[in-house]
């Protein structure tokens, strides 16, 4: 297609604008035969960079541009895709509200966002089905470190509590990245509510994808109780640090770290990043040599302890 005017197949009027951008979008990426390479290899040419998900999520209508950065990109793609200037961003209407609970579907960062890799984590991730995810709020989340004798890395135990926000989400995906790719990656158990589903193991990128599929799909506004644990192998790897990185706000998050009588570390901190910037404190270890902090409505970010063995 060379200009003229938008395709528009099969979107007829009354349609919500979130759906008319996404069909629109999607019929003029199939006219021109391009793929979403081309079209994130493109914008980056402009100091423009949207993930492939991302992208993705545009053209299926699961998501839209909203943020700043991410509208500066449409004027760009309107010129690639040669429609006429414009068209696009008129399809997008005026911005939605805005909220921490709200139960439409905004654009949220990918699952790679917060990784040291975060293609790598993408392309794991693309391998499972993830298309339950951004429907299920993050009612409560409690993970528990556990740490041995040996400073090792024993285990790893989660249990949440979710809600759906649509009919039909029946699993929930657990991403691992390992600093140190020569080890071994964990061993995944579901343990409460839930079964192993498909499991990705990337041992050369460090990266382990787990699905934990629900008993039966959940209704909208029913809630499940799942747990599972990540189960380390000997020799086990030292235990310097621990985060949960948050791609969608959780209303309760608690962590624990629970170190081996025979081996305290001499500091621990808690590190809190988001926003670009990182806020760090110090900690003190109980009376059952843990730590553990409590985080309420937080917001897409990572959210840890780190410590050090040696002064």
Not at 32 to 50: C, D, P, S, V, W
Not at 268 to 292: F, M, P
């Amino acid at each position: 297609m060379s200009g003229g005017a938008l395709p528009r197949h099969g979107v007829p009027e009354g349609v919500p604008e979130q759906r008319q951008f996404a069909d629109t979008l999607r019929a003029a990426i199939e006219a021109r035969g391009l793929g979403l390479e081309r079209l994130q290899a493109h914008l980056r040419t402009h100091g423009i960079t949207i993930s492939l998900a991302t992208l993705s999520y545009w053209q299926s209508g699961r998501s839209r541009p909203e943020r700043r950065s991410s509208l500066a990109a449409i004027s760009h793609l309107e010129a690639l895709l040669e429609v006429p200037a414009g068209s696009l961003a008129a399809l997008l209407g005026p911005p939605r509200p805005r909220g921490r609970w709200l139960n439409s579907v905004t654009e949220s960062p990918t699952f790679g966002a917060f990784w040291p890799r975060p293609s790598e984590v993408e392309q794991a991730v693309s391998q499972v089905d993830t298309h339950w995810d951004d429907r299920l709020t993050r009612i409560s989340q409690h993970d528990r470190v556990t740490v041995g004798p040996d400073r090792g890395e024993r285990s790893f135990a989660s249990r949440q509590v979710l809600r759906a926000d649509a009919d039909g989400p029946d699993r929930w995906v657990v991403v691992v990245h390992l600093d140190e790719h020569d080890r071994a990656l964990p061993i995944v158990e579901a343990v409460r509510n839930c079964r192993l589903g498909k499991v990705v193991d990337e041992p050369a990128s460090g990266l382990l994808v787990a699905e934990l599929l629900f008993p039966a799909a959940l209704r909208r506004g029913e809630t499940i109780i799942i747990e599972h644990e990540l189960v380390n192998r000997a020799p086990y790897p030292l235990a310097t640090n621990y985060e949960r990185k948050f791609r969608l706000p959780a209303r309760e998050f608690v962590l624990e770290v629970c170190f081996d009588p025979a081996a305290l570390p001499v500091r621990c901190e808690q590190v809190i990043r988001h926003d670009g910037g990182e806020q760090v404190k110090a900690v003190s270890l109980d009376e059952t040599h843990s730590v553990h902090g409590v985080a309420l409505d937080f917001a897409p970010g990572c959210y840890g302890f780190r410590w050090s063995w040696e002064s």
